[in-house]
């Protein structure tokens, strides 16, 4: 399988502060058709996952224009140029270029 | 608006068969665009992918569960289904369903608690 591994895995921010996620893969997530299938989805407590960003760099309708991704082969990163309160949670990336799909371990953001 | 709803008992003894049906509304799962999955996440751990369909086509079981899951597929009642075999505490978790489409799950249901226990 595909180890995904985030980094940190606690992240405490200040508001309107950066933040910035690292995902890094054990093999290129590249797929044979050119996409390169990175995901990216945050999950506050008690909610299901909600995908932010899709094929490394993708945002998502209605996702606020400070989250960006960016990456390729096997290292991504997620960021958020101004932390705000609703941004806390955890953070998950997640390949879909391999089977059996997996996610790294998450990242709890909160606010310091 | 696409809604995913999963159901099924709350408590599953060890040793029986965990049963969960995932309901489709606002989309068919007919489509040939999209796949439908499953996943779950043990209380206060990460997700894992359990498996995935497209009507018509293939379905992909994680080798780590795949002699124990079956997914199957209700078309008159636009729902699937997950069945995971000789369940231990290990089994414990919440249980997503999740509409994928070019590669990407994009739309998951609320998901519902499945705790293994005697």
């Known amino acids: 399988d595909v180890v995904m591994t985030q980094s940190p895995l606690s992240l405490p921010v200040t508001l309107g502060q950066p933040a910035s996620i690292s995902c890094r893969s054990s093999?290129?997530?590249?797929?044979?058709?050119?996409?390169?299938?990175l995901n990216w989805f945050h999950q506050r407590p008690g909610q299901s996952p909600r995908r932010l960003i899709y094929?490394?760099?993708n945002r998502d309708s209605g996702v606020p224009d400070r989250f960006s991704g960016s990456g390729s082969g096997t290292d991504f990163t997620l960021k958020i140029t101004r932390v705000e309160a609703e941004d806390v949670g955890v953070y998950y990336c997640?390949?879909?270029?391999?089977?059996?799909?997996?996610f790294g371990q998450g990242t709890k953001v909160d606010i310091k | 608006q696409l809604q995913l709803r999963e159901s099924g008992p709350g408590l599953v003894k060890p040793s029986e068969t965990l049963s969960l049906t995932c309901t489709v509304s606002?989309?068919?799962?007919?489509?040939?665009?999209?796949?439908w999955g499953w996943i779950r996440q043990p209380p206060g751990k990460g997700l894992e992918w359990i498996g995935s369909?497209?009507?018509?086509?293939?379905?992909y079981y994680n080798p780590s569960l795949k002699s124990r899951v079956t997914i199957s597929v209700n078309t008159s009642k636009n729902e699937f289904s997950l069945k995971v075999s000789s369940v231990t505490a290990a089994d414990t978790a919440v249980y997503y369903c999740?509409?994928?489409?070019?590669?990407?799950?994009?739309?998951w249901g609320q998901g519902t608690l499945v705790t293994v226990s005697s």
């Open positions: 999740a509409r994928t489409i070019a590669n990407s799950p994009d739309y």
């Open positions: 606002g989309d068919s799962i007919i489509s040939s665009t999209y796949y």
């Open positions: 369909f497209y009507y018509g086509g293939s379905t």
């Open positions: 093999q290129s997530l590249v797929y044979f058709d050119g996409n390169t299938y």
């Open positions: 094929k490394v760099s």
């Open positions: 997640m390949q879909s270029t391999h089977w059996p799909w997996t």
